[in-house]
């Protein structure tokens, strides 16, 4: 309970004392105190409470103030009653805030905020990547419109439920599904970030803390005759560049890796690539054989000094999209990242090769031994297999009659040299 001030000569607006059954009722008149000469045997307290219209709202600062037994009621009040000035200068000059960030703001409106926030904060970053603001809108605009309408505080773990379930119908994939939590859980933390100063915090519906983990695995039901049928396929696929795209793919690489890849990352000379650390799941810089199919494919489209290989067609700044590419991938028996197990499937069972090979292919992050440290599988070498590979899949030959192991050995011997160089030299030594 609260006790106003009714005391002559002192000024009192906006003070209260907490009323803690120190103060004699004969001092204390309709819950006002009236009479300043009052004895303390322990510490009290006055509130201060500074009130001020700023623009049609009413803007409230407040606090409370202890003072210890010794210090009498008048000098406590003159000490509040300065404190309470200077509040009240500072709301005089405290820019009005439109409290925006409500519970009634609708979940499409908070999006919106929040990617605009995101790329900001990643143009901000010293790697400058970019935020991956275009896969977030386009699975909002896919997947998640039962919930762009709503206000952001009547969204719940049911309506997310509802989402989860129509994809799981179209038979997408388990890591498809994750992104409704994955992509809606930051939107809430960002909204309670923004309206934590007006006192609001909203639990979200999207935390993962009870999923269970992650199972990632990909069956694969194509016999080894229909992965050749699949190859032969998209090796003889009509289109440009979808078909040097798909050549690409059946050398190990994943989609984002090769629509990624920039004309500085190629060495024709050296007839190697390299997927950098930013686009590949390992996130270190990864090396492969630059086949001659590969080559074949770069050349029919036309080699360039620089930019990105595969572009999109009205914007040749940007790289290849996955929803094009979904458009020429219609009626296959399997998703397009399930070309790598085609692919792993093959090589163990057709040529039979281990585990570590089919690893480095794929462009798996390999687990370091000691082993490691004395020996390290070449990109020609794991290049060699998957060349054997197409070439009994599209029945023609491309690997070349070479000793992978003794040119790698020349190259270390004689780094001036050029590798046709060198093969010369090995074929002159057969």
Request: with cysteine; charged share 30%.
């Amino acid at each position: 309970m609260f006790l106003k001030f009714d005391l002559k000569k002192i000024n009192t607006s906006g003070l209260s004392y907490i009323n803690d059954g120190q103060i004699p009722s004969n001092k204390i008149k309709n819950n006002t105190i009236i009479n300043a000469n009052i004895t303390f045997k322990k510490p009290y307290k006055i509130r201060i409470r500074a009130s001020k219209m700023v623009k049609g709202e009413r803007i409230v600062k407040k606090k409370t103030i202890t003072f210890e037994p010794r210090i009498t009621l008048i000098n406590a009040l003159k000490k509040s009653s300065r404190i309470y000035d200077d509040l009240m200068s500072n709301l005089s000059t405290l820019k009005f805030v439109k409290q925006e960030f409500t519970k009634d703001m609708l979940y499409e409106k908070v999006f919106e905020k929040y990617i605009a926030y995101k790329i900001n904060q990643y143009k901000a970053r010293e790697d400058k990547t970019e935020f991956d603001a275009k896969d977030r809108i386009g699975f909002h605009n896919l997947h998640l419109k039962p919930i762009l309408k709503k206000s952001i505080g009547m969204i719940d773990e049911e309506d997310l439920q509802k989402i989860i379930t129509k994809i799981k119908k179209k038979g997408l994939s388990e890591r498809t599904s994750r992104k409704v939590y994955q992509y809606v859980n930051p939107v809430f933390k960002y909204f309670n970030m923004k309206a934590a100063k007006f006192g609001i915090n909203i639990p979200s519906p999207a935390t993962q803390k009870d999923l269970p983990p992650l199972n990632n695995e990909r069956g694969l039901e194509l016999s080894i005759d229909e992965i050749k049928s699949l190859f032969i396929e998209l090796k003889d696929y009509p289109i440009t560049p979808v078909r040097e795209i798909y050549m690409f793919l059946m050398h190990g690489r994943r989609f984002g890796e090769v629509v990624t890849l920039k004309w500085s990352d190629i060495n024709f000379e050296k007839k190697i690539y390299t997927i950098r650390a930013e686009n590949n799941k390992a996130r270190i810089n990864m090396t492969y054989h630059l086949s001659k199919r590969l080559i074949e494919s770069l050349k029919s489209i036309g080699i360039k000094k620089k930019g990105y290989i595969f572009t999109q067609i009205n914007d040749k700044n940007k790289p290849y999209s996955e929803g094009t590419i979904r458009n020429h991938w219609k009626n296959k028996p399997i998703v397009l990242h399930q070309i790598r197990n085609c692919i792993a499937t093959y090589l163990k069972n057709e040529i039979g090769v281990g585990n570590d090979i089919v690893g480095q292919i794929l462009g798996h992050k390999q687990n370091k031994t000691i082993t490691d440290r004395y020996g390290k599988i070449n990109y020609y070498t794991t290049g060699k297999y998957v060349d054997q590979m197409l070439d009994e899949i599209f029945d023609e030959y491309s690997v070349d009659q070479i000793d992978y192991d003794k040119l790698e050995k020349l190259k270390a011997l004689f780094p001036d040299k050029s590798e046709d160089e060198l093969k010369k030299v090995i074929d002159i030594l057969k």
